[in-house]
């Protein structure tokens, strides 16, 4: 009867060592799980901070291709509006040139008829 007693203390302390690794081993087993929660939560918010700056550098390089082509399109307008004006400008010029002329020419001739009527002037004085 003793050696049952014992035999069953014994195995009841045996019975409770297993509890007690077992809880442990469950407690082991909640912290790893716990650890790979987070591994694995950061794992994804970092493939989602890959992903947005994937994204965000698509959209920028979008941007710039977009602000390129507005820049080339402005670069070319200016270009055509400084040509016109230049065109302008020597137009401008060379209708000044052409009434400075005719300018001229009126006054040689205002003048050539101011020396003729001086002459016909002097010509009526000596008549007199």
């Known amino acids: 009867l003793l050696t049952y ?4 203390k014994g195995e009841s302390v ?3 060592d297993v509890a007690r690794q ?3 081993a469950a407690a082991t087993i909640k912290v790893l799980q716990q650890q790979l929660d987070d591994a694995i939560r950061e794992k994804q918010e970092h493939d989602l901070r890959a992903q947005m700056s994937v994204s965000d550098l698509l959209a920028a390089r979008v941007e710039v291709e977009d602000l390129t082509a507005k820049l080339d399109t402005l670069t070319f307008e200016a270009d055509q509006k400084q040509t016109e004006m230049e065109a302008q400008h020597r137009h401008k010029q060379s209708e000044s040139a052409n009434k ?3 300018l001229t020419n009126e006054l040689e001739s205002v003048t050539k008829k101011l020396e ?3 002459a016909t002037i002097k010509s ?3 008549r007199l």
């Open 14 to 16: 045996a019975q409770a």
């Open 124 to 126: 009526l004085e000596t």
């Open 5 to 8: 007693k014992q035999g069953a």
């Open 22 to 24: 077992q809880a442990e």
């Open 100 to 102: 400075i002329l005719e």
């Open 116 to 118: 003729a009527s001086k």
